[in-house]
């Protein structure tokens, strides 16, 4: 055969495997996003959307247009709902059930759970007071944390390489290590926090000075600009599909509007809270941990496909050690700032509702049940979602927990079924 007809023998197959035939009525046209040629301009954001939302790819879409849903709905019934007072009551109490639910994103990657987060939090807080009266308290917080990344790898081992499914052992770790932290309070039932603890600061402290909530404001819009524009000059290099100038420009903007109306609301009152640097400082090394390095890479590899991962030389056993050692670890920075939002540790603390919150934060704000999809910020999302629903129920009167979990589960319902609805329209559309 020459050349030419070799050709023009591949052009069809070409074809054929970016743009399937129509099998079955109703059934959505594959096509590779990756060979898309995006429209310049408005009309391309218009086109690029509908073809996502066709294919289930709506990413956070649901969860910032509840946050605005709710927002208006709490401003019509109470008046005084979007204050920067409510602004930085919600940041205060989101920063410890965030930073735990963050950890909940890395297992649920994994299309895993982890039932102790909340236990792990609580444990770790009483392990800190306790040994923060013998020791100086630098080395109790550390102490605190580790005492997190310890039971993390416990589960992680006990289930990689026992087999044990996760659900069994963290349920039984939930369990174990809310009688540990009984058992290292000892006869005291509360540890007040120490004058001088970094841990009393935690949700304390603010940066009264104006300038540093539009410092950070400045610097994050500055960040996301060069961040988007080095990716799109990447994508362009490689010759694949880029997010225009004008697009990018959007985007900061919007970014820009939001970034320095929230600075200037927290100026309005204490200034800014240190629980919310730490917070977004942990989201950003968490995000580039995941997006830009090969161990994220092989988490997303985890939890698409075990089979295929280990078929191409991923670690599986480690990653899902790795995976729980991180929830386990950032349960108990949590469980610190829960200790420093209630003034000490006790031994219910870290119990209740904290487990649900941080699991339904992880899952609200995007992150799928089902593995191999979601990203951090989703966690800021959802207890964005979460605390703006208590804080607004507590503003009218209705701060009952009944009421509080009827709301929240009815929330977490609807993100469950976006997500099943998204990953079989995604089947479907054959991007999953």
Same mark, same amino acid.
């Given at each position: ?5 070799? @050709? ?9 495997? @970016? ?12 096509? #590779?996003?990756?060979l ?33 849903i ?7 019934? @109470?008046?005084?709902? *979007? +204050? ?30 982890d ?18 009266? #013998? ?16 039971i ?40 007040? +926090? ?10 304390? /402290? ?7 909530? /539009? ?5 994050v ?7 988007? *524009?080095? #990716? ?19 985007? @900061?903007? *919007? ?8 600075? /200037? ?33 092989q ?21 899902r ?9 950032l ?10 939002? +209630? ?5 219910? *603390? ?17 992150t ?37 979990y ?12 976006? #997500? ?13």
């Open positions: 055969m020459s050349k030419t007809n070799e @050709t023009s023998a591949k052009v069809p197959a070409q074809a054929e495997a @970016t743009e399937a035939p129509a099998a079955a009525a109703g059934a959505v046209r594959v096509v #590779d996003p990756r898309l040629i995006r429209e310049q301009g408005f009309k391309g954001y218009w086109t690029e959307f509908k073809r996502k939302v066709r294919s289930g790819e709506i990413g956070s879409l649901p969860v910032v247009v509840g946050l605005i709710i927002g208006i709905v709490f401003q019509a019934e @109470t008046g005084n709902f *979007l +204050t920067s007072y409510n602004l930085d009551q919600i940041t205060l109490y989101a920063a410890g059930p965030g930073i735990m639910a963050v950890g909940i994103v890395f297992v649920l990657l994994l299309g895993e759970i039932l102790a987060v909340g236990s792990v939090a609580g444990l770790a807080g009483a392990v800190w007071a306790v040994v923060g009266t #013998d020791i100086p308290d630098s080395l109790a917080i550390v102490v605190g944390i580790l005492s997190g990344t310890v993390g790898a416990f589960h992680g081992i006990v289930f990689a390489k026992i087999g044990v499914p996760a659900f069994v052992v963290t349920l039984a770790g939930f369990l174990g290590w809310a009688g540990m932290q009984t058992w290292v309070m000892g006869e005291k039932s509360t540890i007040t +926090t120490p004058l001088g603890s970094f841990v009393r600061d935690l949700t304390s /402290y603010y940066f009264a000075d104006v300038a540093a909530a /539009y410092g950070l404001a400045v610097f819009i500055v960040a996301f600009y060069l961040a988007q *524009l080095r #990716d799109s000059r990447r994508r362009k290099a490689a010759e694949l599909p880029h997010r225009p100038q004008s697009e990018i420009i959007l985007r @900061t903007g *919007l970014l820009a509007v939001l970034s320095l109306l929230a600075a /200037y609301a927290f100026n309005q009152e204490q200034g800014l809270p240190l629980s919310l640097v730490i917070f977004l400082a942990i989201l950003v090394i968490t995000d580039f941990v995941l997006r830009r390095t090969t161990y994220g890479r988490i997303f590899a985890v939890g698409g496909g075990i089979e295929a991962a280990r078929r191409a030389g991923i670690n599986v056993s480690w990653i050690i790795s995976v729980f050692m991180i929830s386990g670890t349960g108990a920075v949590g469980g610190l700032f829960l200790a420093s939002a +209630t003034g000490g540790a006790d031994r219910s *603390l870290g119990g209740g509702n904290q487990l649900m919150m941080c699991i339904a934060a992880a899952v609200i704000g995007g799928s049940l089902f593995g191999g999809r979601g990203k951090v910020w989703s966690a800021l999302l959802g207890i964005l979602v979460i605390q703006s629903i208590v804080q607004g129920l507590n503003q009218m009167n209705l701060s009952s927990n009944a009421i509080q009827m709301i929240t589960g009815g929330v977490l319902l609807i993100a469950v079924i976006i #997500d099943s609805v998204s990953r079989k329209t995604q089947k479907t559309a054959g991007r999953a």
